[in-house]
């Protein structure tokens, strides 16, 4: 996949992520309701929306970092050892800064 291509799959998730974390922003932003119970539903509701924002902002911001990368020149490169990242690694996870022999020494 050229790096044109691989862009444009980040950019589309990008795209992807900020226009879901806008409607989980807006749901969390919806007055709760009256009821007690109703509102502990809500509020358990809103923890797990809480949670998937959190893991999409992050994701965000690992696209954001792999796109800086595309700009700089460094894409495809391993952030710790300098190696290539293997074309399959990238396919599976576009935003990877790390290659599989680094990404299994950090995890």
Same mark, same amino acid.
């Given at each position: 996949?050229?790096?044109?291509?691989?862009?444009? !799959?980040? /950019?589309?998730?990008?795209?992807?992520?900020?226009?879901? #974390?806008?409607?989980?922003?807006?749901? #969390?932003? !919806?007055?709760?309701? $009256?009821?007690? @119970?109703?509102?502990?539903? @809500? +509020? $358990?509701?809103?923890?797990?929306?809480?949670?998937?924002?959190?893991? @999409?902002?992050?994701?965000?911001?690992?696209?954001?970092?792999? #796109?800086? +990368?595309?700009?700089?020149?460094?894409?495809?490169?391993? =952030? =710790?050892?300098? /190696?290539?990242?293997? /074309? !399959?690694?990238?396919?599976?996870?576009?935003?990877?800064?790390?290659?599989?022999?680094? =990404?299994? !020494?950090?995890?």
């Amino acid at each position: 996949m050229d790096l044109s291509t691989r862009k444009q !799959a980040l /950019e589309a998730r990008r795209a992807e992520l900020t226009g879901h #974390l806008s409607e989980v922003e807006h749901t #969390l932003d !919806a007055p709760m309701p $009256q009821d007690w @119970e109703d509102r502990a539903s @809500e +509020r $358990q509701g809103d923890e797990v929306l809480e949670s998937l924002g959190n893991a @999409e902002l992050d994701e965000l911001r690992r696209i954001d970092a792999a #796109l800086d +990368r595309i700009k700089a020149g460094t894409y495809g490169l391993c =952030a =710790a050892c300098g /190696e290539r990242i293997s /074309e !399959a690694r990238l396919d599976l996870l576009p935003a990877a800064p790390l290659c599989k022999t680094c =990404a299994a !020494a950090a995890g």
